[in-house]
């Protein structure tokens, strides 16, 4: 459906999403929470991300963005009694914006700080200094699916609203998208995208994670679910609920 004119003039609710790991715990942040900050920034009108991207890192090109490596020995979670393990991807080319990342606990929630030491860059050439305050591009979910020994990678999110899911045994095909706007129309596609994460701490026992996703459109808004079951197949479902503009 084609958006008329006088919707298009309607304040863009800034993309934002949380990921949960289904369980009945009380946390200090919910996806009600979400909804709430999503309004407050809907209400400022929407503003173009800005790129802080050096140059080495904007021009650079794909095979250089693949020597940029998480390093494993630094997951997120890694001293904690859980078998995920949360990874990052470091801006470069395209994914020239940065994502704020939270994690929630039942009585917290904090901004987790991008730090270059996380990545190792391989052969690529860069000032320390140009590195030392950029962000995220993204995250990954490790969990051990197909053997106890190994942590395959199961949830991606990386650019725009784009996600990948995987189940044991299975390999990535394509990626999916959180929303689809006017594709292949003449008014030409609009591309929501996620800006701000809030994931919620695993405990020992959790098997299965929860996205819960808010995007903005010159439409309306929009707050999105995905439930993720980490298993022999994926197993996800995606209910999408209007929030009021």
Known sequence: MKHKPQMMKMR???????????????????IDDVAKEAKTLAGKGYEAPKSNLP????????????QIQFNHDKAY???????????????????DTPVTINE?????????????DYFNFGNVQHDKDTVKDLGFAGFKVLY????KDKNDEIVSML??????????????GLSARGL?????????????RFREFWIERPKATDKTSDYLCAAGLPAGNRRLSLCHHAGTRHRGRCPVQSLPA
């Open 55 to 66: 140059s080495a890192f904007r021009d650079m090109k794909y095979a250089d963005y693949q």
């Open 12 to 30: 863009w609710l800034s993309a934002a999403v949380m990921l949960s790991l289904c369980t009945s715990s009380a946390w200090a942040f919910s």
């Open 180 to 192: 689809a706007i006017d594709t292949a129309l003449p008014s030409g596609e609009e591309f929501p």
């Open 144 to 147: 051990p699916i197909n053997s």
């Open 104 to 116: 929630v606990t039942a009585t917290s929630v904090r901004k987790i700080k991008y730090s270059p």
């Open 77 to 95: 979670w890694n001293n904690q009694k859980t078998p995920f393990k949360l990874e990052f991807y470091h801006q470069g080319m395209y994914f």
């Open 159 to 172: 650019g725009a609203s784009y996600f990948r899911v995987l189940g044991q045994g299975q390999v990535y």
